[in-house]
C-alpha cells in the first residue's frame, strides 16, 4: 500500500486517562456521551469510537446523520447514537430503524417521526432541544406544552429519550451570567416536564467546560467533546481545577493525538538565497534546510510560514518561507546529521521536547477545535497504546 505524506498516531491510554478523570469529576453514574463530530475533531471516527468504547464509553454524539452511519459502522452493538445537528426528512427512517437518537428542535418533526414509527413497528427515540438563549437550534417556551402533550399521548411511538440545551459559551466566565440565565430557563423547561408528569429519560445540559467546572449543570449525562481529546477548554476551566485541587500545575488531561512526517529533501542554500514561494525569507548566511511533503491542503495552516516549528532529532526546526500546498521547509543548519527518510514530528513528543497544538493556535488565532477538525480524513491514523 502507498504511504500518504503524514501521519497520526492516537495513544489509548492517554484516552483512558481523560475518560477517567472526567469520570472522577463528574461522579460514577451520570453517562458520557462522546462528542465525535468533525471526525472525531480530526482523529477519526473509526479509530477514535473503538478506543472511547475500550475506554468504557457507549454513547457518541455526532452533528449529522452522516456522521452517525460512521459510528455505526464503528462501534460495537450495544454503543448508543445521537444527532444533534441536522437530520434530513428522508434519512429519519434510517435513523429510527438503526435505533439512533435524534435531536428535535422544533414540534412539526414530532409528527412525522411518529409516523415513520408506526410504519416500522418501532419508536423513535428523540431528545428535546430547549432554546435558552443561545439562539442557534431549540424549541421555543411556545410550542412545548403542545410538545408534552403529545409525547405523553404517543408515548408507544416515540419516546422522551432526553432533555436538552446548549450553552452558548461555558468556557469563559465573562458568559457567567449567560450561562446561569440559559440554566435557569432550562429548570423552568424541566419544572413543565414535572407538572405534566412526562420526565426523559436523560437530562443534559453539560460540555467539556460546565461538566469540568460547574457540577450544578451535572445531570444524568454530560456530552463531553475537547475534554476527551485531552485539550482544557479554555484557561479559565483549567484554573479553576488549579483552584479546586490547591495544585500549581496538573497535567490530568493528556493529549492523545500525535501526528508526524519525514524528511523529503535536505538541501544547501547561499546566503543571500530566498526559500520558498516570494520574498518572505532570505538567507542572511549559508544554511542547511529540510523540506516537508505536506503543506495547508493537508491541514497544516499557512499561517505558521516563518512563525511555526517542527521537530527533528528531538531538536526544533524552525520554518523558513512560505508554507506551500503540500510542501514547506525548516532550517536544520544546527541540527546535525539530518537526513531524508528522517522522522519529523509536527504536532507531540520527540526526546525531551514537545509540540502542542497551543503552539498552532496561538500564532494562527486557530482555537483548537478549528485547528484539529481541519485534518484531512485522508491521513491515516493508527492506534498505539
Not at 492523545?256 to 542554500?269: A, G, L, P
Request: net charge positive; glycine share 8%; aromatic share 10%.
Amino acid at each position: 500500500m502507498v504511504r500518504h505524506s503524514s501521519r497520526i498516531e492516537l495513544s489509548q491510554s492517554s484516552l483512558v486517562k481523560n475518560i477517567n478523570f472526567i469520570r472522577k469529576k463528574i461522579g460514577p453514574d451520570v453517562r458520557i456521551s462522546s462528542v465525535v463530530k468533525a471526525n472525531a475533531y480530526g482523529h477519526g471516527i473509526a479509530q477514535f469510537v473503538k478506543m472511547a468504547e475500550k475506554a468504557g464509553v457507549d454513547h457518541f454524539a455526532t452533528a449529522s446523520a452522516f456522521e452517525a452511519e460512521e459510528v455505526l459502522a464503528a462501534k460495537s452493538e450495544k454503543g448508543g447514537i445521537m444527532i444533534m445537528g441536522i437530520l434530513y426528512d428522508q434519512d429519519i427512517e434510517w435513523a429510527i430503524e438503526n435505533d439512533i437518537e435524534f435531536f428535535v428542535f422544533n414540534y412539526a418533526r414530532l409528527p412525522l417521526a411518529m409516523e415513520v414509527a408506526k410504519g416500522l413497528g418501532k419508536r423513535a427515540m428523540v431528545h428535546i432541544e430547549v432554546e435558552t438563549g443561545a439562539n442557534r437550534t431549540g424549541m421555543n417556551a411556545k410550542e412545548f406544552p403542545k410538545t408534552l402533550t403529545f409525547l405523553k399521548k404517543n408515548a408507544a411511538h416515540v419516546e422522551f429519550k432526553g432533555l436538552c440545551t446548549h450553552f452558548g459559551g461555558a468556557e469563559s466566565f465573562a458568559n457567567q451570567f449567560k450561562i446561569t440565565s440559559q440554566h435557569k430557563r432550562y429548570k423552568d423547561f424541566l419544572r413543565e416536564c414535572k407538572q405534566k408528569g412526562i420526565m426523559p429519560e436523560y437530562r443534559h445540559i453539560a460540555c467539556s467546560a460546565a461538566a469540568l467546572a460547574m457540577p450544578d449543570t451535572v445531570y444524568d449525562m454530560v456530552r463531553i467533546g475537547v475534554a476527551q481529546y485531552g485539550f482544557w477548554p479554555s484557561p479559565d476551566i483549567y484554573y479553576t481545577h488549579l483552584q479546586e485541587t490547591g495544585k500549581p500545575s496538573d497535567g490530568a488531561l493528556k493529549r492523545i493525538f500525535n501526528w508526524k512526517t519525514d524528511v523529503m529533501d535536505v538541501r544547501d542554500i547561499d546566503p543571500g538565497e530566498f526559500i520558498g514561494y516570494g520574498t518572505s525569507y532570505q538567507a542572511t548566511q549559508k544554511m542547511k534546510v529540510a523540506v516537508m511533503p505536506l503543506g495547508y491542503s493537508n491541514g497544516y495552516p499557512r499561517a505558521l510560514s516563518n512563525r511555526g516549528h517542527v521537530l527533528i532529532h528531538g531538536k526544533k526546526a524552525p520554518i523558513v518561507g512560505l508554507i506551500n500546498m503540500n510542501l514547506f521547509m525548516v532550517d536544520v543548519s544546527h541540527i546535525p546529521g539530518v537526513e531524508v527518510g528522517d522522522e519529523v514530528v509536527l504536532v507531540g513528543r520527540q526526546k525531551n521536547n514537545t509540540i502542542n497544538i497551543s503552539s498552532f493556535t496561538n500564532v494562527t488565532q486557530l482555537i483548537n477545535n478549528e485547528m484539529l477538525s481541519r485534518l484531512p480524513a485522508a491521513i491515516p491514523r493508527k492506534i498505539v497504546k
